[in-house]
């Protein structure tokens, strides 16, 4: 249920709620648990982990996120979870993206890759790559990197919760290529894409819109005009 809040409530509203959850969890993992249980316990504190350094980093805390994303990946290894572990690398791409690092997010983002590609962190792992390419101006590596994506997700059934956070579907897809057109200046494929977006909207969830769309979109008009 936390996940599926990220779009819909601010991080100041879901960290403590997370947080708490994490510390009822390390209280039952003190407890007498089977292998069975032990499992479920480590996954469930791996998701929320990496949520909460999510929320953290949209909160503009990245050492909090950080720490928290150390945790996300100690708790999937524990787990023996490669989509978690792969979440993992995720963050750490996108922190690099956002803190101007092309190239360290481009190595983070492969090595994720690796880990669990024919997942929903793959088909985000690939969008990652495909948004550095576009902003280093490479069409043809960005475009390979949207094929990609759009491969993955293929391989993948529908989300039974497409408000999930770390579920990747169709309309996250188009929204993350029409950024990637906006970036590289490709007037028509831009318009396209974010026609589609803006078509869509209602079914776009699990990523936080807002200004991101706004901006799209006024890009969008402002490459109406080249």
Same mark, same amino acid.
């Given at each position: 249920?936390?996940?599926?809040?990220?779009?819909?409530?601010? &991080?100041?509203?879901?960290?403590?709620?997370? /947080?708490?959850?994490?510390? *009822?969890?390390?209280?039952?993992?003190?407890?007498?648990?089977?292998?069975?249980?032990?499992?479920?316990?480590?996954?469930?504190?791996?998701?929320?982990?990496?949520?909460?350094?999510?929320?953290?980093? %949209? !909160?503009? %805390?990245?050492?909090?996120?950080?720490?928290?994303?150390?945790?996300?990946?100690?708790?999937?290894?524990?787990? *023996?979870? /490669?989509?978690? $572990?792969?979440?993992?690398?995720?963050?750490?791409?996108?922190?690099?993206?956002?803190?101007?690092?092309?190239?360290?997010?481009?190595?983070?983002?492969? /090595?994720?890759?690796?880990? !669990?590609?024919?997942?929903? !962190?793959?088909?985000?792992?690939?969008?990652?790559? !495909?948004?550095?390419?576009?902003?280093? *101006?490479?069409?043809?590596?960005?475009?390979?990197?949207?094929?990609?994506?759009?491969?993955?997700?293929?391989?993948? &059934?529908?989300?039974?919760?497409?408000?999930?956070?770390?579920?990747?579907?169709? &309309?996250?897809?188009?929204?993350?290529?029409? $950024?990637?057109?906006?970036?590289?200046?490709?007037?028509?494929?831009?318009?396209?894409?974010?026609?589609?977006? /803006?078509?869509?909207? %209602?079914?776009?969830?699990?990523?936080?819109?807002?200004?991101?769309?706004?901006?799209?979109?006024?890009?969008?008009?402002?490459?109406?005009?080249?």
């Amino acid at each position: 249920r936390l996940r599926r809040s990220y779009a819909s409530a601010p &991080p100041a509203l879901l960290i403590p709620r997370v /947080q708490a959850r994490l510390r *009822g969890l390390r209280r039952l993992h003190t407890g007498r648990l089977n292998l069975a249980q032990r499992q479920q316990l480590l996954v469930a504190g791996g998701w929320l982990a990496t949520l909460l350094a999510t929320l953290e980093f %949209d !909160a503009g %805390d990245q050492p909090a996120a950080e720490d928290s994303r150390d945790a996300a990946l100690q708790l999937g290894k524990a787990a *023996g979870h /490669q989509e978690i $572990m792969a979440w993992s690398f995720e963050l750490l791409a996108w922190f690099a993206l956002v803190n101007h690092q092309p190239r360290q997010a481009l190595d983070l983002a492969q /090595q994720g890759l690796t880990l !669990a590609p024919n997942t929903s !962190a793959g088909v985000q792992l690939a969008m990652q790559q !495909a948004r550095v390419w576009a902003r280093l *101006g490479q069409r043809r590596e960005t475009e390979q990197a949207l094929r990609a994506g759009a491969t993955a997700l293929a391989r993948l &059934p529908p989300p039974a919760h497409p408000e999930d956070h770390f579920a990747f579907d169709a &309309p996250k897809l188009t929204f993350y290529a029409a $950024m990637c057109f906006t970036w590289l200046h490709q007037t028509e494929q831009a318009e396209e894409h974010a026609r589609q977006v /803006q078509d869509a909207r %209602d079914l776009l969830v699990g990523v936080r819109l807002g200004d991101q769309l706004d901006h799209l979109l006024l890009t969008r008009r402002q490459l109406r005009l080249l």
